[in-house]
């Protein structure tokens, strides 16, 4: 009996090695980059600073590239309806990759993408909504909802991405 459990033993410790070795499972481990607390919190805070000194109470909401809150603020005075289109619009600029502005304009010009706004209830095609693109990867999503217009929400989410020193600032020219 203990020579057939050894056997075992070696036949099993074979195997592992033979697998550990194969080139297709001792593959690198891919590396991503990760949105900081701290400056996420900062990034927050400036884009709610932009939008008071600008007369607006507006939510602010970064989401990691999974797409789960990282950060959330609601200025003083903004509705509590901000909190939600501020998270979704976060969500949907990291989940579709561009900014809400665009979605929600291609749907209103091709309503057989329609269905795009329905694709999940978090997300939201309302201008106001960039991807955080640093180092040619996404790493999550802003999103500020409350100001009266969407360019306004969108000034504001720029003054957020500079901080982060984001690729892409989506600024108007």
Excluded: W
């Excluded at 217009?149 to 600032?169: F, H, M, N, P, Q």
């Amino acid at each position: 009996m203990t020579n057939t459990l050894q056997r075992f033993s070696y036949i099993v410790s074979g195997l592992l090695l033979l697998i550990i070795d194969n080139p297709v499972f001792s593959q690198d481990l891919s590396t991503q980059k990760l949105l900081p607390l701290e400056l996420s919190t900062q990034a927050a805070m400036a884009a709610i600073k932009k939008c008071h000194d600008d007369g607006f109470r507006v939510s602010v909401a970064i989401v990691d590239q999974s797409g789960l809150l990282k950060v959330q603020l609601k200025a003083d005075g903004a509705g509590p309806h901000t909190l939600d289109s501020s998270r979704r619009k976060a969500y949907t600029a990291n989940s579709l990759r561009d900014s809400t502005h665009k979605y929600a304009t291609l749907v209103a010009q091709r309503p057989e993408l329609q269905s795009l706004s329905h694709l999940n209830d978090h997300i939201l095609l309302l201008g106001g909504g960039f991807p955080i693109k640093i180092g040619g990867e996404i790493v999550g999503g802003i999103g500020v909802g409350g100001a009266p217009g969407i360019e306004y929400d969108e000034a504001c989410a720029s003054a957020a991405l500079k901080v982060l020193k984001a690729d892409e600032t989506y600024e108007k020219k």
